[in-house]
């Protein structure tokens, strides 16, 4: 029990259309970090907040977006769906900004149709 | 950037065999290591990490892995395997991104499969 949820679990998403997953994380842990697994790949780093600001990005276009609450939940929101982005939303968080301990959530398996 | 290469996508072992599981990492001049388990329809759960200090590390659950600074691998072992170990086990590197922020680069997976 790493004391990160995700919701919602699962979703089912038309291409084109815009999609927001969610995140809560572990009070006292300031940074949260969002991950994209396809099918058979291992996890890959899409973009992290440290607080409320974004602190780093991934090779991941701008129509991938984040928010971070004061409460420590977070959004990552991805527009304009494409067929491959159909994957499991791994949202990771850590204590302090330096990250290098993660713990990740279950997971919100994306499917684009 | 970092990359990782985990050389073996299928491992399957008999129940109570050892098995290594190997992986690679691009140089860097500090790195952080990590295994991660994943069980179906599950998240990540962190195995074991290296940070600094002792080049052999170990978790719980019997599984060690040595951090080998030369040929930059992070080899996974366990001496014994059960099959609740069935599961596919990702290799990690964190390193400095520049941007502020320590980042998590993964590499493709193994699967692990215990056959009894």
């Known amino acids: 029990e790493t004391g990160v949820t995700q919701s919602p679990t699962h979703l089912i998403k038309t291409r084109g259309q815009q999609v927001t997953l969610r995140c809560s994380s572990q009070?006292?842990?300031?940074?949260v970090s969002w991950y994209q697994q396809a099918l058979g790949q291992g996890p890959q780093f899409i973009f992290q907040y440290y607080r409320e600001e974004e602190n780093g990005r991934g090779n991941f276009p701008p129509r991938f977006s984040g928010l971070r609450f004061p409460n420590y939940s977070s959004e990552l929101n991805v527009n304009a769906l494409e067929l491959d982005d159909s994957a499991l939303y791994l949202c990771?968080?850590?204590?302090?900004?330096?990250?290098?301990?993660?713990?990740f959530g279950p997971g919100t398996r994306l499917t684009v149709t | 950037a970092q990359s990782v290469t985990q050389l073996d996508s299928q491992v399957p072992v008999f129940e109570e065999a050892p098995v290594e599981l190997r992986c690679n990492y691009s140089?860097?001049?500090?790195?952080?290591l990590f295994w991660y388990v994943q069980y179906p329809n599950q998240g990540l759960q962190l195995l074991l990490k290296y940070l600094s200090g002792s080049t052999l590390v170990e978790s719980i659950n019997g599984f060690e892995a040595e951090f080998n600074k030369s040929q930059t691998s992070f080899h996974l072992r366990k001496p014994s395997v059960h099959i609740s170990d069935t599961a596919e086990y990702f290799c990690?590197?964190?390193?400095?991104?520049?941007?502020?922020?320590?980042?998590?680069?993964f590499g493709k997976g193994t699967k692990l499969s215990v056959i009894p």
């Open positions: 009070s006292g842990h300031n940074t």
């Open positions: 990771a968080s850590s204590q302090g900004a330096v990250n290098y301990e993660q713990y």
């Open positions: 140089s860097s001049v500090s790195v952080y």
């Open positions: 990690a590197v964190s390193d400095w991104s520049g941007a502020g922020s320590y980042q998590l680069t």
